[in-house]
C-alpha cells in the first residue's frame, strides 16, 4: 500500500507541503518550486536533504519565497515560473 503510494506525485506534493510548511513557507509557487528543485536534485527522501539547504530555508530573517527562490537561483540556475 504504501509503496504504491510512494509513486503519485500527489503523495510528494504532499509531503514537500508539510516539509515547507514546518518552515513557515506557505505559498504554492514555493512550495513547486521545493518539489522541482527536490527533482532535479533527484532528491526523493526529505531526509537527505543538505544541511545547507535546510539552513537557508530555515532562516526566518527572510520571507518564505525569497528563501525557495534563492535556493532555485542556486540549484537550478533560474527561478521557475
Known sequence: MIHQ???HPEFWQKIIS???QSL?????RSVRTMTLILLKKNIIDLRYIPDDWY???????????????????QELG????
Open 18 to 20: 508539510l516539509f515547507c
Open 5 to 7: 503510494k510512494l509513486n
Open 55 to 73: 539552513e537557508q530555508l530555515s532562516n526566518q530573517s527572510y520571507p518564505g519565497h525569497i528563501r525557495v527562490h534563492e535556493l532555485a537561483q
Open 78 to 81: 533560474f527561478i521557475p515560473q
Open 24 to 28: 513557515n513557507i506557505a505559498d504554492d
